[in-house]
């Protein structure tokens, strides 16, 4: 991986409300965090996460689908619009669009997941988990790959199941643990590099 940059630029990609970024903008507000959002891209408008944005006088962009006239030129304007800031890297949290293998070409793409994976993939983790009957699910950070969260995973953190959890309650405690979780993972990989073989990441000394 080339050497990122100091403070490192990160674009987050959001959906939704957004709780993830404002994790990573709260924790960006300390300089010896080492990262600082240049931008929040969304594939909407009119959501919280582009609110916390703008409330934090960080720049954002919407590319919507039905906008262009095809998947790959959506796809081609989402990679512009975020290389437009030159990230370092780019944290899709709670981003629902699967980007193309050119996408990530271009960028070093972190994806967090609201399930253990490879388990329960897709856009319902925690109604899957939970249909499923599992007693531990939680968060998986990974690289993405060209597959639906099937990247070489960065973190996990684990979550207990409660016998009277709902889909809601389930996911507001993994997210809870998800956000910890993405913090610390995207302020060690500023601070000391990430290097990525094969399905192993390591984060560290020789990553940087
Ligand atoms: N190539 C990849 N792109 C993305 C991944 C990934 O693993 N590989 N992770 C996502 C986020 N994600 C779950 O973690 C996810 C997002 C979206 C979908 C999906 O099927 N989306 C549909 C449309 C849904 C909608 O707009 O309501 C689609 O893209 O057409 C599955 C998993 C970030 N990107
Ligand atoms: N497969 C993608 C997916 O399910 N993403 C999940 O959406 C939530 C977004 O919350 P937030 O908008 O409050 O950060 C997070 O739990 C994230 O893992």
């Excluded at 304007?77 to 699967?98: H, Q, R």
């Excluded at 329960?120 to 060209?146: I, N």
């Excluded at 979780?181 to 990989?189: F, N, P």
Aim: with cysteine; aromatic share 4%.
């Amino acid at each position: 991986m080339p050497a990122l940059s100091s403070p490192a630029r990160v674009v987050v990609l959001v959906s939704g409300s957004g709780t993830n970024l404002q994790a990573l903008l709260d924790a960006c507000t300390e300089t010896s965090y080492g990262a600082r959002v240049v931008a929040v891209g969304a594939d909407r408008d009119d959501i919280e996460g582009l609110a916390r944005a703008d409330r934090a006088g960080v720049p954002t962009f919407v590319a919507k689908v039905d906008d262009y006239s095809s998947r790959e030129h959506w796809d081609r304007a989402l990679g512009d619009k975020v290389g437009a800031f030159e990230p370092d890297l780019v944290v899709s949290a709670g981003f629902m669009k699967l980007v193309s293998p050119d996408f990530l070409e271009r960028f070093l793409t972190l994806n967090t997941h609201p399930a253990l994976c490879p388990a329960f993939p897709g856009m319902h983790g925690p109604r899957d988990a939970l249909e499923h009957g599992v007693k531990v699910t939680g968060a998986t950070l990974f690289v993405v790959d060209a597959g639906v969260d099937t990247g070489p995973i960065v973190a996990q953190v684990p979550v207990a199941v409660a016998e009277d959890d709902d889909v809601e309650s389930l996911h507001e405690r993994i997210k809870t643990a998800e956000r910890a979780m993405l913090v610390e993972s995207v302020g060690r990989i500023a601070r000391e590099g990430i290097t990525v073989e094969g399905r192993r990441v390591r984060i560290g000394a020789a990553g940087r």
